[in-house]
Structures are given as C-alpha cells and as structure tokens.
C-alpha cells in the first residue's frame, strides 16, 4: 500500500460499527461486558477489509518520517456520517507496531498461545 497523506472515503457503501453494553444475571450473580458489532453490506465490508489489508500491507519504514515519525503507527480514524452509518460509534483502525522500533504500546497484553 501507498502511505495516503490526506486520509478519508476508504469507506464505499454501508458499515455501521457500535459497542453494546451487556447485563445477564444467572445464579443470583450479573455479568456485564461490552461487544463491538460490526455490520455492513457486501461492498462496506469489502472496503473495510481492503482499509485492514492495506494497513497491513504498508511498510511503515518507507514513510517520509514528516507524515510518520519513528515511533508512531499507521492509523485511520472512521467517522461516523463520513466513513461510517451515522449510527456509528467513531473507530480508530491501526497498526499495533510502531515504525522504527517495532514496539506495541503500554496496554497491549498479548493472547495466550499455549493452548
């Protein structure tokens, strides 16, 4: 992928991308936890896989450091009413290494791959 200066209408067709809250009580004990639900017509999740496989396929040590300085990641933000149903919540879609160092950020815990 070519690194895009001026970032917006990634998005064709329709992508609606939102969090739910969840409660369930079972055993006298409630459990609450979130999902992200993502939903789109063929071509809205054909651009939002290409946006996903294009993120991947950069190769952040190419970018002139004045658009991507050592350090940063590659990143794009979904806006809702722009890229993204005006039900949306906004999305921010990047690369988890940073350019230059490889690095993840702090709150990152990786899965567990001994199973």
Request: net charge negative; glycine share 10%; no cysteine.
């Amino acid at each position: 992928m070519k690194f895009k200066k001026t970032k917006g209408g990634e998005i064709k067709g329709h992508l609606d991308i939102f969090v739910t809250h969840n409660e369930a009580e079972f055993e006298g004990k409630i459990s609450k936890w979130e999902e992200i639900l993502i939903h789109g017509d063929p071509e809205g999740l054909r651009s939002f896989a290409k946006l996903l496989i294009d993120i991947a396929d950069l190769n952040q040590e190419e970018v002139n450091d004045k658009y991507l300085p050592i350090g940063a990641s590659e990143h794009y933000a979904l806006r809702p009413g722009l890229e993204l149903a005006n039900s949306s919540d906004q999305v921010i879609v990047g690369r988890l290494d940073a350019k230059g160092t490889g690095v993840f950020y702090d709150r990152y815990i990786a899965k567990d791959n001994s199973k």
